[in-house]
């Protein structure tokens, strides 16, 4: 069965950085769109970030776009979020996801995905 499974979230201080993983397994990762969610603590889930099937394209939300950046590695069928500058609002549990062959490059739209993580922890500290 289709798995998805982050690493790499953590405790860090205001300003500083974190890498997240995001490693698939039971599907074939080169046919998928990937995308970064994040739910903060009563709040909705909303999209971070978002890339291609390729990786030729990239999309961000405003809140995070020149400080963090989505990568993927198709022969690790790895997903990667690369976060700097993190502020205190940062914090929440980040979500992967995947879509199998989008009719657009990013899907901004959670509803867009069939699979998810289960999620990584951020806590950014002021």
């Known amino acids: 069965q289709v798995q998805l499974v982050e690493s790499g979230g953590g405790l860090v201080q205001a300003g500083g950085s974190l890498r997240l993983s995001c490693v698939a397994s039971g599907l074939t990762f080169s046919n998928y769109a990937m995308g970064w969610f994040r739910q903060a603590p009563g709040k909705g889930r909303e999209f971070v970030a978002g890339i291609s099937l390729s990786g030729g394209t990239s999309a961000y939300a405003e809140a995070v776009k020149g400080r963090f950046t989505i990568s993927r590695d198709n022969a690790e069928n790895t997903v990667y979020l690369q976060m700097n500058s993190l502020k205190p609002q940062d914090t929440a549990i980040y979500y992967c996801?995947?879509?199998?062959?989008?009719?657009?490059?990013?899907?901004?739209?959670?509803?867009?995905?069939?699979?998810w993580g289960q999620g990584t922890p951020v806590t950014v500290s002021s």
């Open positions: 996801a995947a879509r199998y062959r989008p009719p657009i490059a990013v899907v901004r739209s959670s509803d867009g995905y069939t699979y």
